[in-house]
């Protein structure tokens, strides 16, 4: 297991990347539900094979897995990932009126998956600045609206 130090110095850096990954991979999935971009690049079910997939993969697991908020945002990429199967499927049947109540819905969930990549960054800097262990208090949990 990685030491602690090593965590609270990466966690930042790896949560901005996972952002900035996050937001491209958004518009993606809005121009290709718009028949501008590719469905190939957004991988809908297919969490695994996304950016933010291959980091959870290969960084994520191997030094947050004991953190709640970590297997939270696990959760909520998956989730994202298969709402996203939806959106296609509406967008491959012509389905444009519920197609659009989807992506309204999945710009929200898009916020909320924000906010929690956001706190934890900013827990993660807080407990790095004082060198406390990374653990996330359960009422910033509880803050984050949960995905249904």
Known sequence: MEDKS??????????????TNFLTWKMKVRSAANGIGSWEDVFPNEPEKSQIGRWIQNVGDKLYSQEPVYQEFKQMH?????????????????????LKQMLDEFDKQCEDFLKMI??????MDSYREQGF???IPSSLLSSIRRVK
């Not at 090593?6 to 952002?19: F, G, N, Q, S």
Request: glycine share 4%.
């Open 78 to 98: 998956a989730h994202l990932h298969h709402f996203v199967g939806q959106i296609y499927e509406l967008a491959r049947l012509g389905e444009k009126e519920h």
């Open 133 to 135: 262990s990374p653990q």
């Open 118 to 123: 956001d706190s934890y960054k900013l827990v």
């Open 6 to 19: 090593k965590i609270l110095r990466t966690a930042p850096v790896d949560m901005a990347i996972v952002r």
